[in-house]
């Protein structure tokens, strides 16, 4: 039999069905794998009690026949979503020790749904990073090695770094994210995971701590598509308490998974191809066109103009939208407080000390493009910005049914590449902004190696609402690809 | 013609605009299910989105958006079916989101206008130029602890309304009339109690003066000012300030300045240069607030009669004077009173009794009509017994006075105390002989051309008749009997 760990989650809940195995069994086997895996940092609060407790009253509930679509399975949550009594940090020092007294939306759901919670995972600082090397908790590692330079630690993407590089060393059968310019695709495509980010609006943003209110996202990680599937399915869904999710039904996603794609027309946006992007990421494109084409779509090629200016505008409204929402944590309430001489400098000190580097870069940039006489400069105009490149993703769905790019433009670097210069990590998204900008589902299926042996993921994007379709394109890619490869160190564990 | 001052270099004009912050009455706070009860115990009407809590979201009370269109209606406004609420984004104890959410570029109500009344019984027009929604701060307390300051969360997050006019206000008089019809219309139509020692209501007034016929001066914008009477003192004390500076030379600066009310003095909080960037911007957590035409006309279908249109109906239909009506409208309440006691009596007697006898005596004990131990039918009975002649005016006095001490009906006092008017000429007849019989030499005196002493024989009827006699008929038997 697989090891426990090394399940889906579809196939877990038929072993669990079946009494092959008990939730509690499926946890413990988790758990240990967690305790042994803690050199990628992935955690920064493990829950082993918690998730032993639910294991449990899981086992109770199937005994009794009443179960919920995740009922025992064990997950790893970003640790940017609020859980009841359980330390939340959003991977800032500023946060640390802050125990909330009330559970997200998100988590609240999946728990309602019988999910596990194995503990809160690593990101980077308020989810403002693409490397996991911005937390306060230290950086994550990637468990895939780069085969030509085996000795480097490699970065897990980020900002939900500690959730893909949980579910891709079989940590977690599934794991939450957050996706704000592509915080889920990007570490999915880094990790060989599978991450979806649905539509805005679809799942609730109460509870999860704003980074940028427009473009926060709540979305999934698995090791499969059905799986990210019904993760998402047990997540979404419309909350009163949030004015910006949509009153719309969650469909049955997992049931209508297919991978019957004839007559679906595949965008290819022009504008996609960089210049000096890695061949191994044009070849596999090209690849992932073959595929759909074989699977009887339609590959039309279809431009959206203004997607140069989608990363320029992403990082005003982002960082404009983060110094307003960081305002909170000044040391009064919550969290940490660093004394001074009086208010403004306490304020001062303890956000100073509290933020980190890269944090503090956004808090200033946002503050400026907010500011008197700057505001329509910068604000105003990447407003306009974003309702053109939404506007490009209209008049391009009127040719295709979705659309299909690299997700990111390199593989997973090493850590401390990149570090000297923000604007090349912040090209890190260049595939992914658009979409958030768009507010569009956007997911990322691992679909190959590259020269190095490390994955690399391709991205379905979505009409508005049209997760349906993201997924059953995302299983079409999934079977083609047959990608099997796993990280090294899971390799040698399984040995 | 507004009124000018005096000074060294001739006269001067004040040229006042108010922004009045209005608590929304509303269960629940702007956009949190908290209580909104003056007066809790600190931090005990304090939601996980008031206190700003990693997050949090905010979502709109409905109720306060009908609030918010229902004085929009009320002050003759534009009512804007899609507005907008923005961040104004700045670092305070008692500000837990470090913004306040309130509308900036596109308020819930446009313009509109406000009628004061003068006391030269004249009308004029005060512009609004809009009325948006926001929410309030909490409270810093520096006085509990010799260090640190207490903050206070009951308050952050409640809804008001700020209401800012045009610079159309032209000194103390219209200032403090402009504030007591604005807080008047708010409370009939029940958006806001208008108390403002509670803080449910506050003003600042932005003061600049000028030479009549130029261009505006530069203002200062007085904060804190608590209180009817606070306005009127501010608005003395600046405008002397200003005047008595710019004749010695100076200039008056853009700032923010604090009225003390301890002091009588305004001084200054912060200047131009120090003033915050606000940086505004579209909250991101909320969508624009679109309403719909319909639901405007539903709530305009359930305003009530409005203090000018009531005035005007009592001057009317009742045939009573600008100031009587004034006087009975001020309270929704008031005039409810004088409605229910005058249907069907005379109406001029009873807005007298209201006014000078009701009101008079709950004035003495700083009462409210609400409060009154004479309640309106009460009162309406008591015009009843003066109209019939049952009683005369004097006893009615009596009667009122007792009434008002033990909240009894008129006819039962009258009847108990044995108070009915004498209107028998030969019971009155009897005392008029009894009283020529005792006064000889009066009776001479008068028949010998001193007319003058027939108010003494009136006087000693009516003291042996305890007042009960009626008047007229002493007057006209008395006349007869001393020819």
């Given amino acids: ?495 | 013609m507004a009124k000018l001052t005096k000074g060294e270099t001739g006269e001067w004009e004040t040229v006042i605009g108010m922004e009045v912050h209005a608590q929304v009455i509303a269960k629940s706070k702007l956009f949190s299910g908290s209580a909104t009860t003056f007066g809790a115990e600190p931090n005990a009407q304090v939601s996980l989105v008031d206190a700003a809590m990693p997050g949090m979201l905010p979502v709109l009370n409905e109720h306060v958006v009908e609030q918010a269109v229902r004085t929009g209606l009320g002050i003759n406004a534009k009512i804007n079916l899609h507005s907008v609420f923005a961040r104004k984004n700045y670092f305070y104890a008692d500000l837990p989101q470090g913004y306040q959410i309130s509308q900036f570029e596109d308020p819930i109500v446009g313009t509109g206008t406000i009628e004061i009344d003068l006391p030269d019984g004249t009308i004029k027009e005060i512009g609004v130029t809009r009325l948006h929604l926001e929410q309030d701060a909490g409270k810093s307390l520096h006085d509990q602890h010799p260090t640190k300051s207490y903050v206070d969360l009951n308050r952050s997050g409640c809804a008001l309304m700020e209401i800012v006019s045009e610079p159309d206000i032209r000194g103390p008089e219209e200032a403090t009339a402009y504030l007591s019809k604005l807080r008047m219309i708010l409370r009939y139509l029940g958006t806001c109690d208008g108390n403002m020692d509670e803080g449910s209501m506050r003003a600042d007034v932005n003061i600049s003066v000028r030479k009549p016929g130029d261009e505006l001066g530069t203002r200062a914008e007085i904060k804190n000012v608590n209180s009817v009477k606070a306005v009127q003192q501010c608005i003395d004390y600046e405008v002397r300030r200003q005047i008595d500076l710019i004749e010695e030379g100076g200039t008056v600066k853009q700032e923010t300045r604090l009225w003390d009310p301890a002091k009588m003095e305004t001084r200054s909080m912060r200047s131009k240069e120090d003033a915050h960037d606000y940086r505004y911007f579209p909250d991101p957590d909320l969508l624009p607030l679109e309403i719909k035409h319909e639901w405007v006309e539903e709530i305009k279908q359930t305003l009530p009669e409005l203090p000018d249109q009531k005035k005007h109906r009592f001057m009317k239909s009742y045939d009573l004077s600008a100031y009587d009506s004034s006087v009975l409208i001020s309270e929704r309440a008031r005039a409810d009173f004088f409605e229910t006691a005058a249907k069907g009596r005379n109406a001029k007697l009873t807005a007298n009794w209201v006014i000078n006898e009701l009101l008079g005596g709950l004035n003495k004990e700083n009462k409210n009509i609400k409060d009154s131990p004479i309640k309106a039918e009460q009162l309406g009975g008591l015009i009843e017994l003066i109209s019939d002649n049952t009683i005369s005016g004097k006893i009615a006095k009596d009667v009122f006075a007792t009434m008002y001490e033990t909240g009894q009906d008129a006819a039962a006092i009258v009847e108990e105390k044995g108070l009915k008017q004498v209107t028998d000429t030969g019971a009155i007849e009897k005392i008029i002989d009894e009283v020529i019989a005792e006064n000889p030499d009066n009776v001479a005196a008068y028949q010998g051309g001193k007319d003058k002493l027939f108010g003494f024989f009136v006087g000693q009827v009516m003291k042996k008749s305890q007042g009960k006699a009626n008047p007229a008929a002493v007057n006209e038997l008395l006349k007869k009997k001393l020819k």
């Fill in chain 1, 1 to 495: 039999m697989t090891k426990l760990t090394h399940l889906t989650i579809a196939k877990a809940l038929k072993g669990l069905k079946n009494k092959d195995f008990t939730a509690k069994e499926l946890t413990e086997a988790h758990i240990s794998a967690i305790e042994t895996s803690r050199s990628l940092n992935a955690f920064i609060t493990e829950t082993p009690d918690i998730a032993l407790k639910q294991a449990e009253e899981s086992d109770k509930r199937r005994a009794s026949g009443t179960t919920g679509l995740l009922d025992g399975i064990p997950i790893a949550v970003k640790d940017l979503f609020c859980t009841k009594g359980v330390q939340t940090t959003a991977g800032s020092h500023i946060l640390e020790g802050f125990i909330p007294t009330y559970e997200s939306t998100v988590t609240a759901n999946l728990f309602d749904n019988g999910a596990v919670m194995l503990g809160k995972t690593n990101l980077d600082e308020f989810a403002m990073g693409s490397s996991n090397t911005t937390s306060y908790f230290g950086n994550v590692i990637n468990p895939w090695k780069n085969q030509n330079k085996p000795e480097a630690d490699l970065v897990p993407g980020g900002s939900s770094g500690g959730s893909s590089s949980a579910v891709a060393a079989r940590l977690a059968l599934g794991a939450t994210g957050t996706d704000t310019g592509g915080s889920i695709r990007q570490p999915a495509a880094f990790t060989g995971t599978v991450g979806i980010k649905p539509t805005y609006g679809r799942c609730s943003r109460w509870g999860t701590v704003a980074f940028s209110s427009s473009l926060d996202q709540a979305g999934a990680f698995a090791r499969t598509v059905e799986d990210t599937a019904l993760m998402l399915q047990a997540m979404a869904g419309h909350d009163p308490k949030d004015s910006t999710s949509a009153q719309k039904d969650v469909p049955d996603w997992s049931a209508a998974l297919n991978d019957d794609i004839k007559g679906l027309k595949i965008g290819i946006p022009k504008e996609y191809r960089l210049d000096g992007m890695p061949e191994d990421i044009e070849k596999l494109w090209q690849q992932g066109m073959e595929w759909l084409k074989e699977s009887g779509a339609e590959i039309v090629d279809v431009s959206l103009p203004h997607t140069k200016y989608a990363l320029p505008a992403y990082y005003i409204i982002a960082p404009a939208e983060a110094s307003s929402n960081l305002a909170r944590y000044d040391g009064v309430r919550y969290g940490l407080r660093v004394e001074g001489e009086d208010l403004q400098g306490m304020y001062e000190n303890t956000r100073a000390e509290g933020f980190g580097d890269e944090v503090k870069r956004r808090i200033m940039i946002g503050t400026y493009a907010l500011s008197a006489g700057y505001y329509d400069a910068y604000y105003i105009k990447a407003q306009k910005v974003r309702r053109l490149i939404a506007e490009d993703f209209t008049k391009a769905y009127e040719q295709c049914d979705a659309l299909l790019t690299p997700t990111a433009p390199s593989a997973a670097f090493a850590i401390g590449e990149k570090e000297d210069d923000p604007i090349k990590m912040y090209l890190n998204d260049v595939f992914t902004v658009p979409a958030s900008l768009a507010g569009l589902p956007g997911m990322s299926v691992p679909a190959g190696l590259d020269h190095d042996g490390l994955p690399l993921g391709l991205q379905i994007i979505g009409k508005a609402w049209d997760e349906q379709t993201v997924l059953n394109i995302g299983k079409t890619i999934e079977k083609s690809a047959q990608f099997a490869a796993m990280p090294q160190m899971v390799v040698q564990k399984a040995a």
